[in-house]
């Protein structure tokens, strides 16, 4: 159909770089601070995941980070991830995903480790969901 899929917040507001590992270090506006991936429980499970991202990653000789963003790219052609970062530090990682080839067994590999739908928590506050009423 020609059309690009942009995948927003492709590391998951900074999960999946393998940083976040208490929301009480994030400063006090932190929109985490409110997520629900970001709670108790679902942190707790969310962590879990992310530690299996980061054992594939140190095979690999990667971050997290760059794994996961190698991961959608190789999901097809018409992806391309918008990562944002305050660090040019991290910039310059992420754009070294492209450099990380995956095959179909390290594709296997970390789908079978972070399968689809696994993450523990709906993705905005509920109050966020709500529509307003005009």
Same mark, same amino acid.
């Given at each position: 159909m020609g059309i690009t #899929? &942009?995948?927003?917040?492709? !590391?998951g507001r900074g999960f999946l770089s393998g @940083?976040? *590992?208490d929301t009480d270090k994030l400063p006090p506006e932190d929109y985490r601070r409110t997520s629900p991936r970001f709670q108790g429980e679902n942190l707790r499970r969310n962590l879990e995941l992310e530690r299996r991202l980061e %054992? !594939?990653?140190?095979? *690999?000789s990667c971050t997290p980070a760059q794994l996961a963003l190698a991961w959608l790219l190789a999901q097809g052609d018409d992806i391309v991830p918008i990562p944002? @970062?305050? =660090? %040019?530090? #991290? !910039?310059? %990682?992420n754009t070294r995903a492209v450099d990380l080839q995956l095959d179909r067994e390290d594709l296997a590999r970390i789908d079978q480790a972070i399968p689809r739908g696994a993450t523990a928590g709906e993705r905005y506050p509920e109050a966020a969901m709500r =529509? &307003?009423?005009l």
């Amino acid at each position: 159909m020609g059309i690009t #899929f &942009v995948a927003y917040s492709p !590391l998951g507001r900074g999960f999946l770089s393998g @940083t976040i *590992k208490d929301t009480d270090k994030l400063p006090p506006e932190d929109y985490r601070r409110t997520s629900p991936r970001f709670q108790g429980e679902n942190l707790r499970r969310n962590l879990e995941l992310e530690r299996r991202l980061e %054992q !594939l990653a140190a095979e *690999k000789s990667c971050t997290p980070a760059q794994l996961a963003l190698a991961w959608l790219l190789a999901q097809g052609d018409d992806i391309v991830p918008i990562p944002g @970062t305050k =660090r %040019q530090k #991290f !910039l310059e %990682q992420n754009t070294r995903a492209v450099d990380l080839q995956l095959d179909r067994e390290d594709l296997a590999r970390i789908d079978q480790a972070i399968p689809r739908g696994a993450t523990a928590g709906e993705r905005y506050p509920e109050a966020a969901m709500r =529509r &307003v009423n005009l």
